[in-house]
């Protein structure tokens, strides 16, 4: 076993405490990941504070991980020791189903064991998360990451950059399409940066003005104000593909109602209250109303390739595990631009 230290919440809703977990010994087809930085996703806060329900303690919350490759087992072949290399959201699934053959491991028909809060496929065995010093995880879930990627930089990719990027590239998003993003917080500004860079014209939607700036530095053409009905108004009917973002509860009828016909709007943001949708809102010009969870190991192994082309990287606040409390209410806040990284070596 391997002895980690991290940090943990030991029940609902209380604070992350320093904490100490045994990792499994590094088998045949194992990565062990000497962690250096761990991004801070929204949904660790929920999970730590059992808002979603069904949460296990005591949690390492964390999925947003990237290090460097310490030990591989002997039968490992995709990576070396000092390779630079990240973990997501996941670390196994049946791989035996159709969707795992289809690499949408996310959505295996037994349920993925997921990287916190889960268990592994014995369905016994907890999984504890990146807020740590170390992961050991089997090579077919562990991601590739360039060596000209800064890792600190890089980590917060592992989900905001996927969970954006999938419902960028499945719907479209390309040069000559308008693209609304809903929204500029850790998702929003990985979705407004790699839509960016998929040659689409980019209209940022904000509730805060302040934000207008920062926008259009991360590669918006427009900024609009959500509370200024004027505006919103100017883009009925202009709009291709919406990412909406937002955690919170709004009207997605509003949004609805800008895109073109067979328009798309995409939810990736989890309000704590179901959202109320009109059938007009969707009948008035064949639109659709989706949703997208992440992406599978392929795919997400594809982001990170094309962050690394086109230099997209997370715009991040570097932070000590004893500021990891304080980082909570921040993101609840809104009080980050745009996601705080945890330094591993401070676990």
Request: aromatic share 6%; hydrophobic share 40%; charged share 25%.
């Amino acid at each position: 076993m391997i002895n980690t230290r991290a940090y943990a919440a030991l029940k609902a809703g209380s604070p992350l405490v320093p904490f100490t977990l045994e990792r499994r010994a590094c088998g045949p087809r194992d990565v062990v990941l000497d962690v250096k930085f761990s991004g801070i996703c929204h949904s660790d806060i929920h999970q730590a504070r059992d808002e979603w329900g069904g949460a296990a303690f005591p949690m390492v919350p964390g999925h947003e991980i990237v290090g460097v490759v310490s030990a591989v087992g002997k039968k490992v072949k995709r990576f070396r020791v000092g390779d630079h290399a990240g973990v997501g959201c996941m670390v196994d699934s049946c791989r035996k189903c159709s969707n795992c053959r289809h690499d949408e491991e996310q959505f295996c028909e037994q349920g993925a064991a997921f990287t916190y809060n889960s268990t592994e496929m014995d369905r016994k065995t907890p999984t504890q998360g990146g807020y740590s010093t170390r992961m050991v995880v089997n090579e077919d879930f562990v991601l590739k990451l360039s060596k000209k990627m800064p890792l600190d930089r890089a980590a917060p990719l592992l989900c905001a950059g996927i969970t954006t990027y999938s419902p960028l590239k499945r719907f479209g998003a390309k040069k000559g399409k308008v693209v609304g993003v809903v929204g500029l917080g850790g998702l929003g500004h990985m979705a407004v940066k790699i839509a960016a860079a998929m040659g689409a014209t980019v209209v940022v939607f904000s509730t805060s003005p302040s934000k207008e700036k920062d926008a259009r530095r991360l590669g918006a053409r427009t900024f609009v104000l959500s509370s200024n009905a004027e505006a919103m108004q100017k883009l009925a009917g202009k709009i291709d593909l919406i990412i909406d973002t937002v955690s919170a509860p709004h009207d997605v009828n509003a949004y609805l109602g800008l895109l073109k016909i067979d328009g798309t709007m995409v939810l990736v943001g989890v309000p704590t209250e179901p959202a109320a949708v009109h059938a007009f809102s969707l009948i008035g010009g064949r639109k659709k109303l989706a949703g997208s969870l992440i992406g599978g190991i392929a795919e997400t192994q594809e982001m990170l390739d094309f962050c690394a082309k086109k230099k997209v990287l997370s715009d991040v606040e570097v932070i000590s595990a004893s500021q990891v409390n304080e980082a909570y209410e921040r993101t609840i806040r809104g009080d980050v631009k745009y996601r705080f990284v945890i330094d591993a070596s401070t676990f």
